[in-house]
């Protein structure tokens, strides 16, 4: 019998498993689109053989919808590339504005399932910070699962003394002391190999992430 | 035969309804679930195809939903779960019903609602 894994371990695989079925389903609907939109082109082009006249028009919106399907489902791979990538080192000095938008798309089929709209930061200048760009993102994603339910979460972040903030600021729901308190417990090994800490702000419903910087690659 | 069709993907229904109606197959499409318990209690269907997962709801659940408002309707669900482990465990969980992998196969799909049609006609 294989021993059992260590608890960061699992955590960090179910973090790997949960993203991938995720746009992995998303990369099935835009094939079940393309599929359908290329059905339709197939039955309108045999309609035509007949005799039957077709709108050019029509014809033209199929194809922008099989390109726009295409360009969908291109930017779920790009996205999957990205996250594939983020073990590639264990420190990295990284741009959050970058590593949230990414966020944004991983998560949007699990924010879409719980009406939730995650907006990711506006365009600003560089905010980096050196972690794990792979454990800060399984943190911020366990903050999602946790907490995301029928709400506009705005996401924005900000330097700090020695590392960065990121601010989770929900517009429709406040999260309860016993939700705050579980999410310190639950996330304590992975806040401590990403040097976070949380806190959360009920008047403004602000959910605040502080993380120290990692001694970065070139110091270690 | 008439079909509802019930995706979050607008563009998926749309074109699938279409291609149905070609087919002679008249089928209405809705993209939420809400919108679909009022279909149903406004209109006669006889199968209703649920996407397993939609936003707020499972097709599970909705599929509970819609039989509440009519007893005689009949489900096919879609799934984007790739794994056979998913698709078994889906099948379980939505009972006997036709459980179809996306993309899904308009000919099969047309077999499946013909299936589905001549059972319940054989039950009444």
């Not at chain 2, 979050?8 to 291609?19: G, P, Y």
């Not at chain 2, 993209?31 to 936003?55: F, G, T």
């Not at chain 2, 939903?65 to 698709?87: V, Y």
């Amino acid at each position: 019998m294989n021993p059992p894994l260590p608890p960061i371990a699992e955590t960090g695989l179910r973090f790997f498993g949960a993203v991938t079925a995720s746009a992995s389903h998303e990369l099935k609907n835009h094939l079940a689109i393309i599929n359908e939109n290329a059905g339709l082109l197939d039955d309108l082009a045999q309609m035509a053989g007949r005799g039957r006249a077709i709108d050019p028009n029509r014809l033209l919106k199929l194809a922008a919808d099989l390109i726009a399907q295409v360009r969908r489902a291109d930017a779920t791979i790009g996205a999957m590339n990205r996250f594939a990538h983020s073990v590639d080192r264990t420190i990295d000095a990284l741009d959050l504005n970058a590593l949230l938008d990414l966020m944004a798309r991983l998560a949007q089929r699990l924010m879409a399932m719980r009406k939730v709209r995650l907006i990711p930061p506006p365009p600003q200048p560089s905010v980096q910070v050196h972690a794990s760009a792979y454990f800060l993102m399984n943190l911020i994603w366990r903050v999602l699962d946790a907490t995301a339910r029928e709400s506009e979460i705005r996401m924005t972040v900000e330097s700090a003394p020695d590392g960065a903030r990121i601010h989770l600021d929900y517009s429709d729901i406040a999260l309860d002391a016993e939700t705050v308190e579980r999410l310190g417990e639950e996330n304590s090994v992975l806040s401590d190999i990403v040097n976070a800490e949380s806190a959360y702000d009920p008047t403004n419903r602000r959910l605040s992430l502080t993380i120290r910087n990692a001694p970065s690659p070139d110091t270690r | 035969m008439r079909i509802l069709l019930v995706d979050d993907e607008q563009e998926l229904v749309s074109a699938l309804a279409e291609r149905l109606a070609f087919r002679g197959i008249q089928a209405d499409w809705v993209c939420d679930a809400e919108s679909a318990i009022r279909k149903v209690r406004a209109d006669h269907y006889d199968v209703a195809v649920l996407d397993v997962r939609m936003p707020g709801i499972s097709g599970i659940d909705l599929k509970k939903r819609l039989a509440e408002e009519n007893p005689e309707l009949r489900f096919i669900f879609m799934t984007g779960h790739g794994s056979l482990a998913d698709f078994q465990t889906g099948s379980a969980e939505a009972g006997s019903d036709f459980y179809l992998a996306k993309p899904v196969k308009l000919e099969l799909l047309i077999e499946k609602l013909q299936t589905v049609i001549g059972n319940k006609k054989e039950q009444k």
